[in-house]
């Protein structure tokens, strides 16, 4: 069933924000997803495949192995319009020759483990930085229409080199649009917080400890906060940020956060913790939006824009689209944020997070609303 201009993509109970921008028609279009082997690129792979018959959607990744996986997933035989395409995206060759009649690019591709990264920082600024002048030369070169790449939010006010390499990336991009001139190619950014049910992600690493039967969990700190986003909202919120894009606009959405110390109850609620501390490189609360990009910032009812300071143009074109600035010293932070997911929330997220697992797996949590904070 193909999904509406309206189609509402809150979590079970109304516990989160959902992402109700009308989508790009991508029926008929060429899409490119470089990194699409990885947790992301499945999941917008499997919501194109549901909801629209594009003509061509390429899978651009350097792990044949990972490829051959994902196509016992999404095989060509049910879905002929999909390619697998082996490249690099340091080469910027590869790249023109796969982005060939490439309508759409998302780019997802990136080294983004944090340890790694300070231990081999030439190898994360090659395929970050480097990559992404690459992806923005080629989808130049060859008239590709939208692009939209995925940041972080460690990208904001970095403390490690990978926070620092993404944040160039979105530098790069944004910029990019005054290179594409005032008919070509339009680029932007989304950025968004930690994914539930991702690689790295710290729940399938709670679920795992637990599985295996330890004696406690790890938490880094009892004050910790984090943004919390599902894997299916992040791929609703860079498709309905591709549609609304004007180019240059770093979009970051509005969604719940909470406690580690909290989504490790929801995770195992008679394990005890164990303070371990803050890892290198690691923030005690997550920032979006700096307080330095306030200045710059636009908001609409389910996300804000960072948009490119002094850009007065652009500026313009969303507050004649019904957008409105923030207030003086705003900033966007897990620890301040006012929406704030209670144990009601977090179990819901957890359920949706993993559709595979039974309920009763989880534990038994109290019925509430999501909680709201000042």
């Not at 499997?46 to 996986?69: A, C, G, H, M």
């Not at 082996?86 to 080294?111: F, S």
């Not at 330890?214 to 986003?229: G, H, K, Q, S, V």
Request: aromatic letters at 8%; proline letters at 6%.
């Amino acid at each position: 069933m193909a999904l509406s201009q309206n189609t509402d993509f809150s979590l079970p109970g109304g516990i989160t924000r959902g992402f109700d921008t009308p989508f790009p028609d991508l029926n008929g279009a060429s899409i490119l997803i470089t990194g699409g082997t990885g947790s992301f690129g499945k999941q917008l792979v499997r919501t194109i495949t549901e909801n629209w018959t594009p003509r061509r959607l390429v899978i651009f990744s350097r792990d044949e192995l990972k490829q051959y996986e994902m196509a016992q997933e999404f095989p060509m035989q049910q879905h002929p319009f999909l390619r697998y395409f082996i490249g690099d995206v340091r080469d910027q060759a590869r790249l023109e020759m796969a982005m060939r009649d490439i309508d759409y690019v998302i780019h997802a591709a990136a080294l983004k483990h944090v340890p790694i990264a300070e231990y081999n920082p030439m190898e994360c600024v090659k395929t970050n930085i480097m990559g992404a002048e690459n992806v923005v030369n080629a989808c130049i070169r060859t008239d590709v229409k939208r692009v939209i790449a995925l940041s972080t939010d460690k990208a904001a006010s970095p403390i490690n080199l990978y926070g620092a390499t993404k944040l160039a990336s979105d530098k790069i991009f944004c910029a990019a649009n005054n290179l594409s001139g005032r008919d070509g190619c339009r680029f932007s950014v989304v950025r968004y917080g930690n994914v539930v049910g991702s690689r790295g992600s710290v729940v399938p690493f709670f679920r795992k400890l637990v599985a295996e039967g330890a004696d406690f969990l790890p938490i880094t700190d009892e004050r910790m906060t984090r943004f919390w986003i599902t894997l299916e909202q992040g791929v609703n919120f860079v498709l309905s940020s591709m549609e609304l894009m004007e180019g240059g606009e770093i979009f970051v959405p509005k969604i719940p956060s909470t406690t580690v110390v909290d989504l490790a109850r929801s995770v195992a609620p008679d394990l005890p913790h164990k303070v371990i501390g803050i890892r290198p490189g690691e923030k005690l609360h997550e920032t979006m939006v700096a307080e330095d990009d306030g200045r710059s910032t636009i908001e609409i009812p389910d996300r804000f824009a960072i948009l490119p300071a002094l850009d007065e143009k652009l500026m313009t074109a969303w507050m004649d689209r019904g957008a409105n600035t923030v207030e003086e010293g705003f900033y966007y932070a897990s620890n301040r944020n006012p929406e704030r997911l209670d144990a009601r929330g977090l179990h819901s997220m957890l359920v949706a997070a993993f559709p595979g697992i039974a309920q009763g797996e989880l534990p038994e949590v109290p019925k509430s609303d999501v909680s709201k904070v000042s």
